[in-house]
């Protein structure tokens, strides 16, 4: 089956940790997304990519980095400098950057205490 | 900038009954696409329907449909016979189609949709 995966779906971390969030996708897809969703608020895009070695920022990258190291996977690190990581993080792919639809995976919930 | 606007925070509907999500936006383009996500309580997003700026005809999937209102700047979403597993988040976004190397989509803040049996 093709689709979006992430690991794990629940993450407790330490405040002062770095932490990263997995995202792998077997769909072809060049262009990947993460977005973050707090309660009460729509998605916010942190990291996006739309081919291998390149990412841009996007609204709320301060304190987030990522990789783009081969075409399936787009991993995303919380670093200590973000402060407030408490979050649900989604990935997304689609087939290029203009491309219509974004097709997401299941999600992570990050609590850092 | 676009913003997109859903002013139903909550909605409630009775199994088998119609209901309609508003949804607008503010922009200056002229082409452009629209979508409907619906987050279920799994919290995976999955795409409900799609339209496009310049297509006259409103989208369609099956119990789902658009009133696509270019002019008034609307994009509203029916459920038809509604079902208990259509309850969940709905999301409108918004995505430019002219954005050089950035076609982000811009979201909504969500409408609740429960669905009574």
């Known amino acids: 089956d093709g689709g979006i995966t992430q690991s794990p779906k629940y993450l407790f971390r330490k405040e002062g940790q770095n932490v990263t969030l997995s995202c792998e996708q077997n769909?072809?897809?060049?262009?990947m997304y993460w977005y973050r969703q707090d309660p009460g608020q729509g998605l916010r895009l942190i990291y996006y990519?739309?081919?291998?070695?390149?990412?841009q920022k996007g609204d709320i990258a301060e304190g987030y980095s990522v990789s783009r190291e081969k075409k399936e996977s787009f991993p995303l690190t919380v670093t200590s400098a973000q402060k407030n990581p408490t979050a649900f993080y989604l990935c997304?792919?689609?087939?290029?950057?203009?491309?219509?639809?974004?097709?997401f995976g299941p999600g992570t919930r990050l609590t850092v205490t | 900038a676009q913003t997109v606007t859903q002013s139903q925070p909550e909605m409630s509907v009775q199994e088998a009954e119609t209901v309609t999500l508003s949804c607008t936006y503010d922009?200056?383009?002229?082409?452009?696409?629209l979508f409907w996500y619906k987050q279920p309580p799994s919290r995976q997003m999955i795409l409900v329907i799609r339209?496009?700026?310049?297509k006259q005809q409103n989208a369609t999937e099956n119990r789902f449909s658009v009133n696509f209102q270019k002019a008034a700047k609307s994009f509203s979403l029916k459920i038809s016979d509604s079902q208990l597993g259509d309850a969940a988040m709905y999301f409108c976004?918004?995505?430019?189609?002219?954005?050089?190397?950035?076609?982000?989509?811009?979201w909504g803040l969500g409408t609740s949709l429960a669905v009574n049996p």
């Open positions: 997304a792919s689609s087939i290029g950057s203009g491309a219509y639809e974004q097709y």
């Open positions: 769909l072809n897809h060049d262009a």
């Open positions: 990519s739309q081919i291998v070695n390149d990412f």
């Open positions: 922009t200056s383009e002229s082409d452009y696409y």
């Open positions: 339209q496009e700026a310049y």
């Open positions: 976004a918004y995505r430019r189609e002219y954005a050089g190397n950035n076609r982000k989509l811009i």
